[in-house]
């Protein structure tokens, strides 16, 4: 069976991502691997220090995490807070084909936007 290996985040602050993406996964049930990686079953994240200037452009919009419950949605809107980081929307409650979820859309310190939403119920 084949999947996604990794994903690759390249950061302006390679600390500063690390302390904000900690709180976050370990809010969300992944675990920490090595120094500057995560992982949640066999889906693993790692983060790698550049010089890089982020332009919008054209390639995937965003990362969604899942979480299972809405009380976890509560504890990263104050992490969000917390680090003062750009609340796109959410936390909301949407509909998609008869399914109700909740989400949070949000743009980490570097711009990417990470989506974290509870599984979709009828």
């Known amino acids: 069976m084949s999947g996604i290996k990794h994903i690759e985040f390249w950061v302006s602050d390679l600390d500063k991502s690390l302390l904000f993406y900690k709180t976050l996964f370990n809010i969300i049930g992944w675990e920490q691997y090595e120094t500057n990686g995560f992982?949640?079953?066999?889906?693993?994240?790692y983060f790698l220090e550049k010089e890089v200037l982020?332009?919008?452009?054209?390639?995937?919009?965003?990362?969604c995490f899942e979480a299972d419950s809405i009380e976890i949605l509560t504890r990263i809107l104050?992490?969000?807070?917390?680090?003062?980081?750009?609340?796109?929307?959410?936390?909301i409650e949407y509909t998609h084909k008869g399914n109700t979820a909740h989400t949070i859309?949000?743009?980490?310190?570097?711009?990417?936007?990470?989506?974290?939403?509870?599984r979709s119920h009828k």
């Open 54 to 63: 982020f332009n919008e452009n054209i390639g995937p919009r965003h990362i």
């Open 39 to 45: 992982r949640c079953g066999m889906t693993k994240i």
């Open 78 to 91: 104050e992490l969000l807070k917390l680090n003062n980081l750009q609340i796109i929307r959410g936390p």
């Open 105 to 118: 859309d949000f743009k980490d310190r570097d711009g990417y936007i990470i989506e974290v939403a509870t």
